[in-house]
């Protein structure tokens, strides 16, 4: 049996996650960036097992679960490589953020990259033509959920664990990392 409970305020605390989108590399100098990166930090609608420290459950981020966020923290949120914990780069931001979005895929960016030494050594990786070596990441903090504690199993929930679905976030950061959690 399910049992659905309320949308309920979220337990405390940051979580950080993978995508598994690639960012993008756009090149060009022509507006004053060496590059613009672009892709998705998060996506909609797709079930994630969690089973880390947090606990052991489904997760997936509901469509308007970011709406909150860009339009209340935009100037808040930062673009920084491996979570601010590259030693050349540290918490410095790739670039501004020129885009920040929902679309009907998910969280979408465009970053203009600033003509710096720590975001050019970024370069080549980015550029690889088998596609970027980074993976994209996000950290937030849940401000709302829908959590089935028992739900039927599923083709997504073999096990049938609870299920988490993040209805609001608050977006800390996002960027690439090279080894996504």
């Known amino acids: ?6 949308e309920t305020t979220a337990r405390a605390g940051e979580y950080l996650r993978f995508v598994d989108s690639e960012p993008k590399l756009k090149e060009g100098r022509s507006d004053g960036y060496i590059g613009r990166l672009h892709g998705h930090f998060c996506v909609f ?24 966020t860009f339009a209340e923290d935009r100037a808040k949120i930062k673009c920084i490589f491996q979570h601010g914990q590259d030693p050349q780069a540290g918490m410095k931001p790739l ?3 020129l885009e920040l979005e ?6 979408r960016y465009e970053v203009g990259l600033l003509d710096a030494d720590y975001v050019r050594a970024l370069l080549p990786a980015l550029k690889e033509p088998s596609g970027s070596l980074y993976g994209a990441s996000f950290r937030f903090q849940v401000l709302r959920e829908h959590v089935d504690r028992f739900p039927a199993k599923a ?5 049938g664990i609870e299920e988490r679905t993040i209805t609001e976030m ?12």
């Open 170 to 181: 608050r977006v800390r950061e996002f960027g690439p990392v090279t080894f996504p959690a």
């Open 45 to 68: 609608n797709r079930w994630t097992k969690i089973d880390n420290h947090e606990g052991r459950f489904m997760e997936r981020i509901a469509p308007g679960a970011c709406a909150t």
């Open 1 to 6: 049996m399910s049992v659905l409970a309320p």
């Open 95 to 97: 670039g501004p953020i």
């Open 102 to 107: 929902e679309d009907a895929h998910g969280g």
């Open 155 to 159: 083709a997504h929930n073999p096990d």
